[in-house]
Nanobody, 128 residues
């Protein structure tokens, strides 16, 4: 079993920055990919970014079109901790952000069903 714990959410004004963290514990050595999703009020969960757990810092980051160029995902493989640096935040980024981990060897990063473990989420609120 594995547990994921997010931190770093909060409230910020448009144009500001936040850094989310997600630490894995338990059977963390089985992780192949880690990702961030978000869920806006009344909407389905949507992809944000994902990274492959290879080497010390991860590899092959993927981003949704809506955050590419503004958000950066990174991984500390030794600590099994994934980060999401969010810059130039917009009110439309307001959502609950969830960390996810996959133990699969092949997957489609944008599908929630690709992930085996989820955190409880952390709220990000961006005001105009």
């Amino acid at each position: 079993q594995m547990q994921l714990m997010e931190s770093g959410g909060g409230s910020v004004q448009a144009g500001g920055s936040l850094r989310l963290s997600c630490a894995a514990s338990g059977d963390r050595y089985s992780i192949t990919y880690m990702a961030w999703f978000r869920q806006k009020a009344g909407k389905a969960r949507e992809k944000v970014a994902a990274i492959y757990r290879r080497g010390l810092r991860g590899d092959d980051p993927e981003y949704s079109a809506s955050v590419k160029g503004r958000f950066a995902i990174s991984l500390d493989a030794a600590e099994s901790t994934v980060y999401l640096q969010m810059s130039s935040l917009e009110p439309d980024d307001t959502a609950r952000y969830y960390c996810a981990a996959s133990t699969k060897r092949a997957y489609i990063w944008s599908l929630p069903s690709s992930y085996d473990y989820w955190g409880q989420g952390t709220q990000v609120t961006v005001s105009s």
